[in-house]
């Protein structure tokens, strides 16, 4: 048989490099980085190759399984859907709409099925219980970004094919490959950068990979971001480089904003960063003074308990050094589909709100239509009206990734009903009565839904699928379909695409009035996600508009490319005010809800520097917890370790390679120490993900060497008060040596 070559965007992260995937006889052959891509041009890591590993892993489920006497059997789909609606319907009937629950995760980000037709399960159940990965991550950065921009995901992203100055907080895109701003080969943009005599400042209280490519590193002290911050844009004003460029007509609240941050000076701020005040002020200058600079923070800024506030102050920065919505600055993507910054009325709109509801047992406000991870294990456990009693999980491990993973596992066994959709029978779905195996990424077509929105530059690309689906097994959007019509009390019998074509008229009332007729007409060839596809496309802001824009673009024209490595929609572009879509039309840099929580930070300035603690990594051959089972990634050095800096190690007296006890409070781990001077004094770190030997996953490498669980560690009660977002760094631990003969 004949070699045949497929593109195909890697979906494993952020970045969504194009790939080259040479199958022969329904088998991969090669992966390789997609030169003609238009947006990637070549570049991947070394997991977009496990992708073939992934596909072929033994324990990958194909099949649906059901919890029969503690046994999990293999079951047919009509037995899987049959056993969710005998079992769900009484407990809704019972106990009401919000005794279920819904938790989506991290890779659901990435696949068009599930991230379009989640929302339909979520408001088929009509519970108000919704939790995904997002408050273990960037929620403080998409509250901070819709109280500001009017948006939840008008996210700001460096313009970093122009910028002559990247400060880099709390962030390591040499490992992550970049997130909340996608960009493929972020080493190669930044060394092109440097190469033009622009400079890359990274502060991190680890020496990073990236900061070792930078131009300068500082430590900082974990969670005291919000200080450092504050006192740089207090610096701005004390020393009037203020200077609001492009966007000087479009900002509301600076006065405000000098006044909110005034006691926060860098010599107030510097203990508690560890950071000197001269060098405070001397970053603060050196953003203000340069034509064309961006800050861009992560997740290290992002899980932490002034998470919606560090958020906000980095955009404060950018707008108040001139560089928002300026090239070589911090710029907003214009995405071809799905963005609600390119929808409806343009310049002005309701703006984002929080609090809708509130959590039943600890009160946390609503967001985003969420509430926190943190709150989800007590919501399973506390009895009384709107208890949690059945609960989907979707493409999520959260016994791994959320923290105090032991007591939600915990807490799962006591559901009266879980169903998890996966590809594995891990550390969490273990705990369901059924789980619904997902579909292969080769087996499916992509296009990015979210990504595009955070692109260093402008672009459409779809990928269809490099492999023919398992016979029997539904797409992913189909089978949260079924759920919902289980959900809404329709029964599983009907069929996914009559389904789909009903929700579909409904959808297309919402999306086109007077001209869902047409629209209905016009896409009647096309079924599920595809047919939202076509229609974000063509409504878009490069659309043919159904035919008004000949020119413009159509789903046909997007895949037509898909062999010439897309469509490349140009270089980020200026978009203040029309992608606004605040209630005044403007930038709101001083929301009174953040200027409020300014008191927190204020009064704890002089909190005194634990005597060690622990923070988060990320490695280039890992991903979040799920990965570890695929060969070409797990081979090598093991990679869970407890990063030590050498002061720490000898008064501690743990070596190199051994075992250290890790406590905080009455939680503890075990994991293996590795000395090293890349790490600030007194801060330790440790992946998350880890930890693969719970009894009843079916991982059989993972478990090989399954490493310590950090989130068996932390707290599940510490969150940002605004965003709902977990507290996963910073925490004061203790350590000590365990003895060899232990
Ligand atoms: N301490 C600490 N904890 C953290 C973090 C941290 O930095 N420190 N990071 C947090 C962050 S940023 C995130 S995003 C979360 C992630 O936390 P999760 O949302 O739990 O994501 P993963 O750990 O990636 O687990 C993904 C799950 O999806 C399944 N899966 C993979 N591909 C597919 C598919 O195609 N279809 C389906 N149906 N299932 C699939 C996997 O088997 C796995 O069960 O972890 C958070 N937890
Ligand atoms: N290879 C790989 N890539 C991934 C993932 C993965 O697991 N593996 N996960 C994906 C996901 S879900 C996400 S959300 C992204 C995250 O992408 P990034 O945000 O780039 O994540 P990290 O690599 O964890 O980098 C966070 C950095 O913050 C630092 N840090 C910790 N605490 C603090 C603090 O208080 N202040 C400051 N300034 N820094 C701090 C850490 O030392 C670390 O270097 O990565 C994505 N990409
Ligand atoms: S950086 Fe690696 S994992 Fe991320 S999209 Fe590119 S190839 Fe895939
Ligand atoms: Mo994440």
């Not at 194009?18 to 041009?41: P, Y």
């Amino acid at each position: 048989m004949t070699d045949t070559i497929h593109h195909r965007i890697c979906p494993l992260c952020e970045a969504c490099c194009g790939l080259e995937i040479k199958v022969n006889n329904g088998k991969v052959v090669s992966i390789r980085g997609d030169a003609k891509d238009v947006f990637s041009a070549g570049y991947i890591c070394p997991k977009a190759v496990a992708l073939k590993d992934l596909h072929e892993d033994p324990d990958r489920l194909r099949t649906p399984l059901i919890k029969r006497n503690g046994v999990f059997e293999e079951a047919t789909w009509d037995e899987a859907f049959a056993e969710i609606e005998r079992r769900l319907p009484p407990i809704m009937a019972t106990h009401g709409r919000d005794a279920t629950s819904v938790l989506v995760g991290n890779p659901s980000a990435h696949k068009i099925g599930l991230l379009t037709y989640f929302g339909k399960l979520a408001r088929s159940l009509g519970t108000r219980n919704v939790f995904s990965a997002s408050t273990l991550d960037q929620m403080p950065k998409q509250l901070s970004s819709g109280l500001m921009f009017g948006h939840w995901i008008s996210v700001a992203l460096p313009d970093i094919a122009r910028t002559d100055l990247l400060l880099v907080i709390g962030a390591n895109p040499l490992a992550s490959n970049g997130s909340m701003w996608t960009v493929p080969d972020f080493k190669g943009k930044a060394k092109a950068m440097q190469a033009r005599g622009g400079k890359l400042i990274v502060i991190d209280p680890r020496r990073t990979e990236t900061a070792a490519v930078a131009d300068a590193h500082h430590f900082i002290r974990p969670g005291a971001d919000v200080f450092l911050l504050a006192a740089m844009v207090q610096t701005l004003f004390a020393e009037q480089l203020v200077r609001l460029g492009s966007v000087a007509a479009w900002v509301n609240g600076v006065d405000d904003v000098g006044q909110a941050v005034a006691a926060f000076t860098p010599e107030a701020v510097a203990a508690r960063c560890g950071m000197e005040a001269n060098t405070i002020r001397g970053l603060a200058r050196q953003l203000a003074t340069t034509e064309r600079a961006a800050v861009y923070a992560r997740i290290g800024t992002c899980t932490q308990e002034y998470g919606t506030l560090a958020s906000w102050l980095v955009d404060v920065l950018n707008v108040l050094t001139g560089h928002l919505d300026a090239p070589g600055g911090a710029m907003f993507a214009k995405s071809a589909a799905f963005a609600s910054n390119t929808a409806g009325k343009s310049g002005i709109g309701k703006g984002v709100t929080t609090g809708r509801h509130h959590a039943r047992v600890s009160g946390a406000p609503e967001v985003y239509g969420e509430l926190p991870m943190t709150c989800m294990a007590e919501e399973i456990e506390v009895a009384g009206p709107g208890q949690i009693r059945a609960l989907f999980t979707v493409a999520t491990n959260p016994v791994l990734s959320s923290p105090n993973g032991p007591r939600l596992a915990a807490a799962l066994d006591t559901l009266d009903f879980m169903v998890s959709m996966d590809i594995y029978l891990n550390e969490t779905t273990r705990h369901a009565d059924v789980i619904l195996p997902g579909v292969s990424p080769l087996e499916d077509f992509h296009y990015d839904v979210a990504f595009p929105q955070l692109s260093w530059r402008n672009h459409a690309r779809y990928s269809p699928p490099v492999l023919p689906r398992t016979d029997g097994a539904p797409e992913e959007w189909q089978t949260l379909l079924k759920l919902a019509a289980i959900a809404r009390g329709d029964g599983a019998q009907m069929d996914a695409n009559a389904l789909d074509d009903a929700q579909f008229a409904e959808d297309a009332q919402r999306l086109a009035g007077a001209n869902a007729a047409a629209v209905i007409q016009a896409t009647s060839a096309l079924k599920g996600p595809q047919r939202l596809l076509e229609v974000a496309l063509r409504t878009g802001p490069y659309g043919d508009m159904f035919g008004m824009k000949p020119d413009g673009l159509t789903l046909a024209k997007v895949m037509a490319a898909n062999s010439s490595g897309g469509i490349d929609l140009g270089e980020l572009q200026p978009r203040i005010p029309e992608m606004l879509r605040t209630p005044s039309g403007k930038v709101e840099l001083a929301p009174p809800s953040l200027l409020a929580d300014l008191a927190r930070p204020a009064a704890d300035l002089e909190r005194p520097a634990p005597d060690l603690v622990i923070i988060g990594r990320r490695d280039v051959r890992t991903n979040n917890s799920w990965m570890h089972n695929l060969p070409t990634l797990a081979k090598g050095p093991f990679r869970c370790t407890a990063l030590v800096h050498p002061i720490d190690a000898e008064r501690l007296n743990v070596k190199d390679g051994t075992l250290a006890h890790i406590a905080n409070g009455p939680r503890s781990i075990q994991a293996q120490v590795q000395i090293s001077a890349e790490m600030m004094p007194s801060v330790v770190s440790l992946p998350h993900g880890w930890g693969h030997n719970l009894p009843g996953a079916q991982l059989k490498l993972a478990a090989e060497r399954p490493g310590a669980n950090l989130n068996a560690l932390l707290d599940d009660q510490l969150r940002d008060p605004l965003s709902g977002n977990a507290v996963l760094g910073g925490v004061a631990i203790t350590m000590q040596a365990i003895p060899e003969t232990a």
